[in-house]
Nanobody
Framework: QVQLVESGGGSVQPGGALRLSCTAS????????MAWYRQAPGMQRELVAG???????HYADFVKGRFTISMDNKRNTMYLQMNRVAPGDTAVYYCGLWPGWNIHDPESYDTPSWGKGTLVTVSS
């Protein structure tokens, strides 16, 4: 069972920056995707950004130009650099990992692994 641990959440003012990290205990797949989802109170979980170990990335429209996703394969770690954050970015951010390169369908091959989430609060 893969364990994912997120870190880096916290409180930040509008216009500020934050970097989230997600480290996997182990990755047994030769082809895989890692992604950030978020869930605000009363809202459904939504995809923020995803990255494959093949180098492909995808961003939700609402973060394009502000957030950057990256992956350090040697450290089994994924990052989300969040710049120019806004109150609408307030949510619990979850890290996901699954086999294959389908960023938009976590269950395309097998059950995905999820972290427990890290809270990001954007407020003045």
């Amino acid at each position: 069972q893969v364990q994912l641990v997120e870190s880096g959440g916290g409180s930040v003012q509008p216009g500020g920056a934050l970097r989230l990290s997600c480290t996997a205990s182990r990755i047994i797949f030769s082809v895989y995707t890692m992604a950030w989802y978020r869930q605000a109170p009363g809202m459904q979980r939504e995809l923020v950004a995803g990255v494959t170990n093949g180098g492909n990335t995808h961003y939700a429209d609402f973060v394009k130009g502000r957030f950057t996703i990256s992956m350090d394969n040697k450290r089994n770690t994924m990052y989300l650099q969040m710049n120019r954050v806004a109150p609408g970015d307030t949510a619990v951010y979850y890290c996901g990992l699954w086999p294959g390169w389908n960023i938009h369908d976590p269950e395309s091959y097998d059950t995905p692994s999820w972290g427990k989430g890290t809270l990001v609060t954007v407020s003045s």
